[in-house]
């Protein structure tokens, strides 16, 4: 699809195999992998190559370590996804599209939630929003984890702010199976594409 970009929302090893670890994570990510390789006619020229053709967006969990989501402080989660661990790192088969300047971290407050990474932030200060506008990006596509939570709220902040949004369904994770299902279908109802 032309003007178009994929954003890759928390694939990040404690929603894989971590303290938060979602349903379908593994094969979210495999197929993923799959879909990037799609994209381009050169997928042997290397992630570069691929990142030039379609933008590729990393939307990242980044918490300090007393964040307010966490139990200890009174919030509903375990700890997850700390800056500085292998828990908030994003997995190794996706990491040679990440480029600093596509990578938009969330949480950083430890006094605010943040499950939309439309508002998340690169190293230069710029939202994913701001980078997607200058880029004169108009369709976004989406994967992740998870569903309910960090997943449908990136997608409807996209589609507020005017893109058009395709949810690759056999991309993304979930922490409850009835959970994603009901998230799928409220997206969809709000004009968020299934693809």
């Not at 979210?28 to 997928?43: E, M, R």
Request: net charge negative; charged share 25%.
């Amino acid at each position: 699809m032309k003007d178009s970009a994929l954003v890759v929302v928390d694939m990040l090893y404690d929603f894989i195999d971590g303290s938060l670890a979602c349903k379908g994570a593994e094969e979210a990510v495999a197929n993923s992998l799959k879909f990037i390789d799609k994209q381009t006619d050169h997928p042997l020229e290397g992630p570069e190559v691929i990142q030039s053709i379609f933008p590729i967006l990393f939307v990242c969990d980044h918490h300090p370590s007393d964040h307010c989501s966490f139990a200890e402080q009174g919030g509903p989660w375990p700890p997850h996804c700390v800056e500085g661990t292998r828990g908030a790192e994003v997995h190794d088969d996706l990491k040679p599209y990440q480029l600093d300047e596509f990578t938009f971290y969330k949480g950083c407050d430890k006094k605010k939630e943040q499950y939309s990474g439309f508002e998340g932030v690169n190293t230069a200060g710029q939202t994913l929003g701001d980078v997607l506008s200058i880029l004169d990006i108009k369709n976004v596509l989406v994967c992740g984890i998870a569903t309910e939570y960090c997943v449908r709220n990136t997608c409807e902040d996209l589609k507020k702010a005017g893109f058009t949004v395709y949810l690759l369904k056999d991309c993304i994770g979930y922490v409850d199976y009835k959970g994603h299902v009901e998230a799928l279908s409220e997206m969809e109802k709000e004009g968020i594409r299934l693809k």
